[in-house]
């Protein structure tokens, strides 16, 4: 793996010359920041060598370079999901890449669907911790030293520093905003009731299919990390409704913009 690490930053650092300090994943519906960014470079997954192509509707899966708040970022517009039938190191190999072009903060966000009973559609939830429900961990296998430890310490798996000045953005700009407790799980179906009830039960306030493996990377690689989710439908009991793909990509479109504005002055204070 450590070869087709190399591999594909040597590939990226040729062609851009860009030496990011900030990496950010964005998820479904969610790609908007994208427009913020002062763009440098953009590369299609399908050019890069050893990335996953990304197949999902709503995700356009392409890696951008630019200026955003003032500093040099890159975006995965698009990220792999588990259920897409990637392996979960295939689903994390992006974030090994952005360590090793040289990011110091690892910033996402996801389209999840509430289960905390006093979460309404369309809110924003800072996530303050995980829980992995997928049926794996990326970090099985042999551990490669130069990444990181063979037991990654995930006490702090959301930076307390970085939730604090978000939050403190939020207040400023008059945002209101939960924080909270994501599982992961693997989809593709979305819950039943039963599973949302239990989703509560195991301590989540929110469920989604995806950020809890980038995540696990990046403690392994000491990358602080900071995620937001926007609930975009409800899995609570006599609130549960019908839900589709493009209602999840609607809502997360809505709420989008106030969450674009947290993101954007959080890395203006990094
Ligand atoms: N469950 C799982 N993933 C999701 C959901 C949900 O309700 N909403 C958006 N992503």
């Known amino acids: ?107 996402l966000s996801n389209a999840s669907g509430g289960v905390n009973p006093d979460f309404e559609i369309g809110d924003i939830m800072i996530i303050n911790d995980q829980i992995n429900l997928l049926p794996s961990n990326p970090l099985i296998g042999i551990n490669i030293k130069e990444l990181g430890p063979r037991f990654v310490d995930m006490h702090d798996a959301y930076d307390k520093n970085l939730i604090n000045k978000a939050l403190k953005i939020a207040k400023k700009n008059g945002i209101n905003c939960k924080t909270g407790i994501y599982a992961a799980v693997s989809g593709p179906c979305f819950e039943t009731p039963s599973e949302y009830k239990y989703v509560r039960n195991v301590g989540a306030d929110t469920v989604g299919m995806s950020t809890v493996p980038e995540v696990m990377v990046a403690r392994h690689m000491d990358i602080p990390c900071f995620a937001v989710s926007i609930i975009t439908d409800l899995g609570v009991e006599g609130k549960i409704v019908e839900i589709s793909h493009n209602e999840v990509v609607e809502v997360a479109n809505r709420a989008e913009p106030k969450m674009t504005l947290i993101i954007k002055e959080l890395i203006a204070e990094l």
């Open 1 to 107: 793996m450590l070869e087709q690490i190399k591999e594909t930053v040597n590939y990226i650092s040729n062609k851009t010359g860009f030496k990011p300090e900030v990496g950010i994943i964005l998820g479904s519906g969610l790609g908007g920041l994208v427009n913020e960014i002062k763009i440098e470079h953009q590369i299609s997954y399908e050019d890069i060598p050893h990335f996953p192509v990304s197949t999902v509707e709503g995700h356009s899966g392409r890696l951008i370079f630019g200026k955003l708040a003032g500093k040099k970022v890159i975006a995965m517009q698009g990220r792999f999901h588990y259920y897409e039938g990637y392996t979960m190191k295939e689903v994390t190999f992006p974030v090994r890449v952005m360590k090793f072009l040289g990011i110091k903060t690892l910033i």
